[in-house]
């Protein structure tokens, strides 16, 4: 299945996926992150529950360096 | 310290408050906003690397959220919605984290704030129940239409983003400052240690920067000269300056027991 990830297309192996699996995966697993899924947060205690959909689209944002 | 800042119920000892972007490195970073006493620390939302090392330190690691009020931004956001997406996404990141900088710029070259599209985000993220921290132009309608919404701070430009240009306008801060009754605090232009004084002595409950500590010979150094610029001014404002008079007859020595 393929998804977008930070705009760029992502070929997932398994499936289905959730996505804490996906965190996992790119050993995102303890950093401090948020996710958008289709435009909706996706808050860190449902990432067990939510399953992800071919084609979805993700935004995985951390904090950095600004003014 | 009875003379504190007090933003969205909390007080805070200093009244500069500090961007984290344009350093070296995560030390420079680090040891600048020691330098400067800030405690509020404005840092930006980012889509994150992929594939960088699971280990590679993060600024969360640097300045944890346990030392400082982290003030995530909207830098980069062209409109509202942009804008308030990633605030939605600060606040999951930071753990219901409600207090944030908004900004809506209008123009890539010049930085200047886009004030339609600031006041609808403003709208929505109040609705929301962020507690919002607005950058805005030195525009005394806007800022009050930006109180009326419920923005909790407002922070006109001393001049461009970026530029080190100064206080270009005292006079329309000084409209703004006296029609608030919200913090007005100073953000974007401050290229020395003297226009932050400036800005305190206006009546600036404070000032927000990045590059002129960031870009400065010797950030660390710089840090520490706005902490005490940003004390000298705020004394100086509250001591309350003497009268300006183009020349005075009345000299600070004695007129009588003269010699001959």
């Known amino acids: ?67 | 310290m009875s003379d504190s800042l007090h933003i969205a119920g909390k007080a805070y000892g200093s009244r500069l408050l500090v961007g984290t972007g344009k350093y070296k490195d995560f030390t420079e970073t680090r040891a600048a906003i020691d330098a400067s006493g800030a405690e509020i620390v404005t840092v930006a939302i980012r889509r994150t690397n992929i594939g960088q090392h699971a280990n590679e330190p993060s600024l969360l690691d640097v300045l944890p959220p346990s030392e400082f009020t982290y003030l995530p931004n909207t830098a980069g956001c062209y409109s509202a919605d942009e804008a308030v997406r990633t605030l939605r996404l600060a606040r999951e990141l930071l753990d219901d984290h409600r207090l944030v900088k908004l900004e809506v710029l209008g123009d890539p070259n010049t930085l200047y704030p886009n004030v339609t599209e600031t006041l609808a985000a403003a709208k929505t993220l109040v609705k929301e129940g962020f507690d919002v921290m607005v950058y805005t132009s030195d525009d005394p309608i806007i800022a009050k239409q930006l109180e009326d919404l419920g923005c909790v701070a407002v922070m006109p430009l001393a001049s461009l983003i970026g530029s080190g240009m100064g206080i270009l306008n005292p006079w329309n801060l000084q409209i703004i400052i006296e029609n608030a009754n919200i913090p007005v605090l100073v953000d974007a232009g401050v290229g020395c240690a003297s226009d932050a004084a400036i800005a305190m002595e206006l009546g600036c409950a404070g000032v927000l920067m990045n590059t002129a500590i960031a870009a400065a010979k010797d950030p660390v150094r710089m840090a520490g000269a706005m902490k005490k610029a940003i004390e000298a001014g705020r004394e100086s404002f509250l001591a309350g300056r003497m009268a300006k008079k183009l020349y005075s007859a009345s000299p600070s020595s004695p007129t009588t027991g003269m010699i001959g």
């Open chain 1, 1 to 67: 299945m393929q998804i977008i990830v930070n705009g760029t297309p992502m070929q997932l192996q398994t499936s289905p996926m959730t996505v804490q699996a996906l965190v996992t995966h790119m050993q995102l697993t303890g950093k401090r992150i948020a996710i958008e899924r289709n435009g909706d947060i996706v808050p860190r205690s449902q990432f067990e529950q939510v399953v992800l959909q071919p084609g979805d689209t993700l935004e995985i944002v951390g904090a950095v360096g600004g003014g």
